[in-house]
């Protein structure tokens, strides 16, 4: 049974940054493409990053490109969400998840991830 657990999440202002990570347990971490998404207030679930189980590829939102970065570590089971000059409209509850295997290339549609975590709030203050 494959768990994600989010943290790091919390409450910042315009322009600073926080990092969010993700805990991986019960599967094979080092097969699994692993990706994050966020569900805004009012809005639905959309694609944020994702990385490819080797870490060798990365995908981004067009909204996150050159202020987010997505980084794993294959050895702790691990993957961050690295956020840079928030801004208010990244708030939302962020969502790890992962795939069951490697599929190339990266994906960004819900379909693609079996696996979620329950979320982290961010909250950006103007």
């Known amino acids: 049974q494959v768990e994600l657990v989010e943290s790091g999440g919390g409450l910042v202002q315009a322009a600073e940054s926080l990092r969010l990570s993700c805990a991986a347990s019960?599967?094979?971490?080092?097969?699994?493409?692993m990706a994050w998404f966020r569900r805004a207030p009012g809005k639905e679930r959309e694609f944020v990053a994702a990385?490819?189980?080797?870490?060798?590829?990365?995908d981004y939102a067009d909204s996150v490109k050159g202020r987010f970065t997505i980084f794993r570590d294959n050895a702790k089971n691990t993957v961050h969400l690295q956020m840079n000059s928030l801004k208010p409209d990244d708030t939302a509850v962020y969502y790890c998840?992962?795939?069951?295997?490697?599929?190339?290339?990266?994906?960004?549609?819900?379909?693609?991830?079996?696996?979620w975590g329950r979320g982290t709030q961010v909250t950006v203050s103007s």
């Open positions: 998840a992962a795939t069951d295997s490697p599929i190339i290339p990266l994906m960004k549609g819900e379909h693609w991830y079996a696996y």
């Open positions: 019960g599967g094979t971490f080092s097969s699994q493409d």
């Open positions: 990385v490819a189980w080797s870490g060798s590829f990365t």
